[in-house]
C-alpha cells in the first residue's frame, strides 16, 4: 500500500468532475507537477549505527502538539465525497494524533469538525485544530469567522495569502464545475452578521488585502496567526518583522500561480529568511516518509498533505483517512530509522544531497588501469 493507491482507488469511485477538481491545479500544471518532481530528484544520505530502538514522531506547534510530523493541509469541499465530510477527516486525525487545519471553506461547521475531534482523540489528548481563514475585506465578517473559530477550540489560524483572486483551474472550467451542488454549503459562512437565516455569504477572495490587516488580525485575537502561501524570502523575513508564529510554505498544491517553483526548491532558502525564529511547515507533493524526512532535513517542523487526504476520504472515509495516516506514519518511522535517526529533530541538511550530474560520476572508476 503506499499513497499512489490511494489515488487510484479513489479514481476508481469518484465523479470524474471531483477528481479532476482534487487534481487539478492552475493552467498547465506545470508547479503541480514541480512539487513532486522536487522530492523525486533529492537523495538522502543516511547515517549508520547510531539509531535507536523508537523514533520519536511528535512535534509542538504553535498552540498544538501532535504525534506525528504530517499534518492535514486545509482542504475545502470534503462532504463532496463522503457524507460526513469534515467530520471524517477530524476524527481520524484526532485518533492519529495528527494535527488538522480546517478550511474555511468546508461543507460542515468549524464547531462540529471540532466536537468530533474532541469525541475521538485518545482520553486526556486535546485534538490537535488549526483554522484556515481567507482574510475577508470586510472586517466584521473575518472578526466573526476568528470568534467562531476561537470558541470552537481551535488552537491557532492559518492565514491564506496565496489567493488575492481565484486560481484559474482550466480543468473545472472545462468541466463546468463552479460551485458546490445543491443541498452543500460552505457552513462557516452561514448567517454571518446580516442575520437572514440560511444566508451564505460567498468567500471574497481580495487583492487589496494587505500586512495592515495581517497587523489587525494580530490585535483581535490571542491565538497564534500563521500565513500560508509565502514564497518569497522577503516577505519570509517580514512575516517575522510583523510577529507571525509560523509559515505554511505552500504553492497551494500548484493551484494559484502557475510556474512558481516547488515548496522543497524554497525550503532552504526560506528556512534561512526565517532563521529559526519561527516553524515553517511545508506542503505540496509529499507523498512518501521518506519525502517527509527530506523536508524536516532540509528546515521543516512539519510536512502537510491536501490531495492524498481527499483521495483517503473518498476511497474509504473515517477509516480510508486512517489508514492513509497510519501508512505515512509507519514509513516516516522507517525512513528516520533507516537515516539513522532517533527523531524528526535528529535530521539535518548532511542527510540529503542533490541527484549526481548526468555522465561520468566523479571519482568513480574509468575503465583505465588500476
Ligand atoms: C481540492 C483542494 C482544495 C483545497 N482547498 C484549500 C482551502 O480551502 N484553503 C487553502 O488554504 N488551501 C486549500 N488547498 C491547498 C492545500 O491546503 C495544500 O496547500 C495543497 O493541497 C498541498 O499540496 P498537495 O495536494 O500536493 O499535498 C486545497 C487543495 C486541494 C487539492
Ligand atoms: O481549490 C482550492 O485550492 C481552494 O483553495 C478552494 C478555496 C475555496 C473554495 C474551494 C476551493
Redesign the pocket.
Same mark, same amino acid.
Given at each position: 500500500m503506499a499513497v499512489r493507491d490511494f489515488e487510484a482507488a479513489a479514481r476508481a469511485t469518484l465523479d470524474p468532475v471531483h477528481a479532476d477538481?482534487?487534481?487539478g491545479g492552475a493552467h498547465d500544471e506545470i508547479t503541480?507537477r514541480a512539487?513532486?518532481a522536487a522530492f523525486r530528484r533529492l537523495r538522502l544520505l543516511p547515517r549508520v549505527l547510531r539509531g535507536s530502538a523508537e523514533r520519536e514522531l511528535g512535534v509542538e506547534l504553535p498552540g498544538a502538539r501532535a504525534r506525528m510530523p504530517v499534518l492535514l493541509?486545509?482542504?475545502?469541499?470534503h462532504r463532496l465525497l463522503v457524507p460526513e465530510g469534515e467530520v471524517a477527516a477530524a476524527r481520524a486525525a484526532a485518533s492519529a494524533g495528527a494535527l488538522m487545519?480546517a478550511?474555511?471553506?468546508s461543507t460542515v461547521a468549524i464547531g462540529e469538525v471540532a466536537e468530533a475531534a474532541r469525541k475521538a482523540a485518545p482520553d486526556g489528548e486535546q485534538p490537535a485544530l488549526w483554522f484556515?481563514l481567507?482574510i475577508q475585506p470586510d472586517l466584521e465578517i473575518t472578526e466573526a469567522l476568528v470568534r467562531r473559530a476561537a470558541d470552537a477550540g481551535c488552537q491557532a489560524l492559518?492565514v491564506?495569502v496565496d489567493?488575492p483572486v481565484h486560481g484559474t483551474h482550466e480543468r473545472n472550467r472545462r468541466n463546468g464545475f463552479h460551485d458546490l451542488p445543491p443541498g452543500l454549503r460552505c457552513e462557516n459562512l452561514v448567517d454571518l452578521r446580516d442575520g437572514e437565516s440560511g444566508h451564505v455569504r460567498q468567500i471574497v477572495m481580495s487583492p487589496e488585502i494587505s500586512w495592515t490587516q495581517v497587523d489587525w488580525l494580530r490585535r483581535i485575537t490571542d491565538l497564534p496567526v500563521l500565513l500560508?502561501?509565502v514564497l518569497h524570502p522577503e516577505d519570509a523575513r517580514l512575516a517575522v518583522r510583523h510577529g507571525v508564529d509560523g509559515l505554511?510554505l505552500?504553492?497551494? =498544491? @500548484?493551484?494559484q500561480l502557475d510556474t512558481v517553483p516547488a515548496t522543497l526548491e524554497l525550503l532552504p532558502e526560506i528556512a534561512a529568511a526565517v532563521g529559526g525564529r519561527i516553524p515553517v511547515i511545508l506542503? =505540496? @507533493?509529499?507523498r512518501r516518509g521518506t519525502d517527509v524526512v527530506k523536508a524536516l532535513a532540509l528546515g521543516a517542523s512539519a510536512v502537510?498533505?491536501?490531495?492524498?487526504v481527499?483521495w483517503a476520504l473518498a476511497d474509504g472515509g473515517e477509516a480510508g483517512v486512517g489508514r492513509l495516516l497510519e501508512l505515512l506514519r509507519d514509513e516516516v518511522d522507517d525512513a528516520l530509522a533507516l537515516c539513522g535517526a532517533t527523531g524528526v529533530r535528529d535530521v539535518g541538511p548532511e542527510l540529503v544531497r542533490p541527484p549526481a550530474p548526468p555522465g561520468r560520476v566523479p571519482g568513480s572508476w574509468d575503465g583505465g588501469p588500476v
Open positions: 477538481f482534487i487534481a503541480v512539487n513532486e493541509s486545509p482542504t475545502a469541499f487545519i478550511s474555511m471553506a484556515q481567507y492559518v491564506t489567493s500560508k502561501g505554511l505552500s504553492n497551494h =498544491g @500548484g493551484r506542503d =505540496g @507533493g509529499v502537510g498533505i491536501g490531495r492524498p481527499m
